[in-house]
């Protein structure tokens, strides 16, 4: 892992609840990312909130994109795994959030797909999220990706009244938030989009539930 940029995501992150790196992996493993994603476009991604049962029910009014849960399958996978590794003990050390755990799928928006404005975890209602998520983390995977071409990552302050940053979804550009402070959208685009999500967790086990699952 590359300290600085660990040393400068922990920075941003106390200062604020978001950040945004250009160049943060390796290129070789942003060049066979950008391969898989397009490959398993052509095979197998499911539109999102199909077979996982903490997710919210399928609504093609919320969200359209197709994705392929990340589970080490391929070598490639294996070094995106790594790399979220080395990332989740760099920012313990840093920050001394009690990431547990990481997850993470790769995402596909055709032209016109979208993502509404929602958070990815909500920390009052532990049941409506038992998902523990605490940092949300996007990687981006688009070659010569125009501010024309849309798809913009647009987050919003938590009050949601103002807009505090628009991504262009530009390869190799990694976003950074906390899961439960930041609503976000993704905004239909006019080129296949490909990113990878992901989450580092806590560890929300109760007695009652084993978390995460399997
Ligand atoms: C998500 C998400 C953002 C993006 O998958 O939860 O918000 O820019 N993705 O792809
Ligand atoms: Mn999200």
């Known amino acids: 892992m590359d300290t600085p940029l660990v040393d400068r995501v922990a920075d941003r992150l106390r ?10 992996l390796p290129l070789s493993l942003l060049d066979s990312l950008i391969e898989r994603a397009v490959t398993l476009r052509r095979e ?9 049962e903490t997710d919210l029910a399928l609504d093609r009014s919320v969200r359209r994109d197709r994705i392929r849960w990340i589970t ?7 070094a995106w795994l790594e790399w979220a590794e080395s990332l989740r003990v760099a920012l313990n050390r840093r920050l001394l959030l009690g990431l547990f755990s ?6 596909h928006y055709g032209p016109g797909d979208f993502y509404r404005r929602h958070l990815d975890a909500f920390r009052d209602q532990p049941l409506v999220s038992p998902s523990c998520r605490v940092i949300s983390v996007v ?3 688009n070659r010569g990706w125009e501010e024309d071409d849309g798809g913009q990552l647009v987050m919003h302050d938590r009050s949601e ?3 505090i940053q628009r991504v ?4 190799g550009r990694l976003a950074v938030f906390l899961s439960d402070c ?15 999500a992901g989450w580092f967790r806590s560890n929300g086990s109760t007695a009652a539930v084993v978390d995460p699952p399997g």
Do not use: K, N, T
């Not at 604020?16 to 943060?24: K, R, S, Y």
């Not at 197998?44 to 996982?52: D, E, F, K, T, V």
């Open 102 to 107: 990481f997850e993470s799928h790769f995402a």
């Open 15 to 24: 200062q604020q609840d978001w950040c945004v790196m250009d160049g943060a």
């Open 72 to 78: 080490g399958e391929s070598e490639v996978e294996q």
């Open 161 to 163: 009244a103002v807009v």
């Open 182 to 196: 930041v609503p976000h959208e993704v905004l239909p685009a006019v080129r296949d989009r490909y990113s990878i």
């Open 44 to 52: 197998s991604m499911r539109p999102a909130g199909i077979g996982r």
């Open 168 to 171: 262009i979804p530009a390869a």
């Open 139 to 141: 990687l981006y995977l």
